[in-house]
């Protein structure tokens, strides 16, 4: 079965980094793509993320553009995403999630493979 772990989430000063990880393990297939997404208690599912498996071209969102970054490590079967200049809007659950047959980057119905979450937390 597909299972994917994250880890690395924490409480963080604003203007501060933060390294989350996901462990990816059980695929049949290679996913097309593998994203980050977020939820603050209250707010929409927020795609912040995503990475074609095969050829590594990089999504955003606006809002994280040029402080996030997202990687793949393919041998290890990791996924990572930097977090840079923590601002308070950026507090939530974070997951990682595989998409297996669409092509949506951050468009969360795209994906199949859901994380169960690492918490983001920016202290006042």
């Known amino acids: 079965q597909v299972q994917l772990v994250e880890s690395g989430g924490g409480s963080v000063q604003a203007g501060g980094s933060l390294s989350l990880s996901c462990a990816a393990s059980?695929?049949?297939?290679?996913?097309?793509?593998m994203g980050w997404f977020r939820q603050a208690p209250g707010k929409e599912l927020e795609g912040v993320a995503a990475i074609l498996y095969r050829l590594g071209w990089t999504y955003y969102a606006n809002s994280v553009k040029d402080r996030f970054t997202i990687s793949l490590d393919k041998a290890k079967s990791m996924v990572y995403l930097q977090i840079n200049s923590l601002r308070p809007e950026d507090a939530a659950m974070y997951y990682c999630?595989?998409?297996?047959?669409?092509?949506?980057?951050?468009?969360?119905?795209?994906?199949?493979?859901w994380g169960q979450g690492t918490q983001v937390t920016v202290s006042s």
């Open positions: 999630a595989a998409a297996m047959d669409r092509i949506s980057p951050l468009v969360d119905s795209a994906y199949d493979y």
């Open positions: 059980g695929f049949t297939n290679s996913p097309k793509s």
